[in-house]
């Protein structure tokens, strides 16, 4: 890499000095409009006004519709829902390099969720929701490729964004275009937020869900109690087996949802349970389908009662590879450049890193500004580290294009 303190390098990263008030700015509007995932209102106020701000990139911009999610709803049964519209851009799309930057504009907030709007905290922090998860991710992505598309070398390697509406459910509705985009891309740039101290994710666990239906036979609980199945009984001992497999935190099962019954006197034909499961490697991956499998083999076994499996592991695992620890490397050496110093953790968190993972793109997806308790009414972001992680994003990119 050529040395970073070329004057005109430096000279994209002071543009971003004063931007400092707009990206705050952004981040607040953006954050103060819920898009929880099933919101379709609301992604389309962010929708619009993404558009409207990542259009004068110059790429070629375009907005379509995801895929419709299937799950299985409180009566067994599929249900099929419609998720947001999904955001694409390209620029340079003939470049013989393309850098992938990738965040999601859903958050986990229900359009009925008691947090909806932005408060300053007394610490300086900006609390609201999605500030961190991942709006404020979104505007470091804009901004980065603001100041990159100001270089001269930005001509030689194109880019593609991606900006989904529904990471927060586990993208069923985008990962075909996920999936698309990994093979035309060397490298992929995605916008969860750091850890409040900067910290960095390197590896990710794999995690899945999965849908457990059980029917039994109804009866009258008085007069033909023996006729009935208890579709309920048959279920809680499926979920108690499940709980058992639990036996080193490399790979989890979480009982999380239990559905069944109604009036007392009533033999329950019908339960549902819900696990979510996370592993380390496509090993463990392999290792539980095994086991569910035989789990409901023996489950069906009893008389009277079936029960059907729904789900998978939405999520392949993200372990470290060669192509992720060279980014790494590439990385710290930015980060460098502009004083600083990455560490780095794995977690038992999955995002859209692990997709573009598994789909052969290797990424590093936690560029997004420092923030924290994410997912909870206190989620906050750290403001002043907005401009900060937009230059190492620009040096990243300008790094790739460095190479050509
Ligand atoms: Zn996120």
């Not at 819920?34 to 110059?58: H, P, R």
């Not at 999936?179 to 910290?199: H, M, Q, V």
């Not at 009984?233 to 979480?254: C, F, G, H, R, W």
């Not at 620890?325 to 004083?339: D, P, S, Y």
């Amino acid at each position: 890499m050529k040395s970073l303190n070329e004057p005109d390098w430096l000279n994209e990263l002071d543009w971003l000095n004063g931007q400092g008030d707009a990206m705050l700015q952004l981040v607040e509007k953006l954050a103060n409009v819920n898009s929880g995932t099933f919101n379709l209102d609301g992604l389309k106020t962010v929708t619009d006004c993404l558009t409207n701000e990542f259009s004068n990139l110059g790429g070629k911009l375009a907005v379509f519709e995801s895929r419709p999610q299937f799950s299985i709803n409180s009566m067994g049964n599929s249900e099929q829902q419609t998720l947001g519209d999904i955001i694409h851009i390209t620029k340079r799309s003939q470049a013989e390099k393309k850098i992938l930057l990738c965040i999601h504009m859903d958050t986990v907030y229900s359009k009925d969720h008691p947090f909806q709007r932005c408060q300053w905290l007394e610490n300086g922090n900006l609390n609201g929701p999605g500030v961190a998860d991942a709006k404020g991710g979104l505007i470091v992505m804009l901004y980065a490729l603001k100041a990159f598309e100001q270089s001269p070398l930005a001509k030689n390697i194109g880019w593609e964004v991606l900006i989904n509406p529904d990471e927060e459910i586990g993208s069923p509705g985008s990962v075909h275009i996920i999936n698309e985009i990994a093979k035309r891309c060397s490298a992929g740039l995605l916008f969860e937020p750091a850890l409040p101290d900067g910290t960095l994710v390197s590896w990710r666990k794999g995690s899945g869900n999965f849908t457990f239906v059980a029917k039994g036979r109804a009866a009258h609980a008085g007069r033909e109690f023996e006729k009935g199945r208890n579709a309920i009984v048959a279920m809680a001992k499926l979920m108690t087996a499940v709980d058992q497999l639990n036996s080193s935190p490399e790979i989890t099962y979480n009982v999380g949802n239990f559905q069944g019954g109604g009036a007392l006197n009533v033999v329950p034909d019908l339960a549902i349970g819900r696990v979510n499961v996370r592993i380390k490697t496509v090993e463990q991956q392999n290792q539980v389908e095994q086991q569910f499998t035989e789990l409901l083999n023996a489950a069906n076994q009893a008389d009277g009662i079936s029960i059907e499996m729904h789900g998978q592991f939405s999520s392949p695992p993200k372990p470290m590879s060669p192509g992720i620890a060279e980014l790494q490397l590439r990385i710290e050496k930015c980060a460098e450049m502009l004083g600083k110093q990455i560490n780095w953790r794995g977690t038992g968190g999955a995002c859209d890193g692990n997709k573009f993972a598994a789909a052969g793109l290797p990424n590093i997806d936690t560029l997004g500004p420092r923030g924290g308790d994410i997912h909870s009414m206190d989620e906050y972001l750290i403001p002043e580290s907005l401009v900060p992680s937009a230059k190492l994003v620009t040096l990243i990119l300008l790094s790739f294009a460095n190479e050509i």
